[in-house]
């Protein structure tokens, strides 16, 4: 049995990042995919622009320790990026006692597929790996 994603996609907003009091570093990030739009009739249809319309979808993806701390760095909003990692389903009881649900990808490796939207001298990302 395999539990295996890969998303390619843009990072929604900057990474959060932070430490656990145990010492485990995390960075959340979010990354929007697009796929073709379609109609009722299953078939896909162009925007006022011209173009084939599009529905994103937006994936948390969680990083630990060195990958959390690689992604909370050189990683920013805009960027392209590619996610290995697994799907993990969480529950849990909100404050109102409601069960609720939430779906994360808990990520193995990212790579950078293009840099960040970081320019100037104050560019965070200038010391980021290159991109093959």
């Not at 539990?3 to 960075?27: Q, Y």
């Not at 990354?31 to 009722?40: E, L, N, S």
């Not at 701390?69 to 590619?82: E, R």
């Amino acid at each position: 049995m395999t539990n295996i994603a890969i998303l390619t996609g843009r990072i929604a907003r900057d990474p959060d990042t932070r430490e656990t009091k145990g010492g485990t570093h995390v960075t959340g990030i979010t990354v929007v995919t697009d796929r073709p739009a379609r109609d009722k009739d299953g078939k896909t249809y162009k925007d006022e622009n011209g173009y084939t319309a599009k529905e994103s979808e937006f994936h948390r993806v969680t990083c630990f320790n060195g990958l959390a701390k690689t992604v909370g760095q050189f990683c920013s909003k805009g960027q392209l990026v590619s996610v290995q990692g697994r799907i993990h389903y969480t529950q849990w009881e909100d404050k109102d006692g409601v069960t609720r649900y939430g779906t994360e990808i808990l990520a193995d490796k990212v790579d950078f597929l293009s840099r960040g939207n970081g320019s100037g001298e104050n560019d965070e990302n200038k010391d980021a790996p290159e991109i093959d």
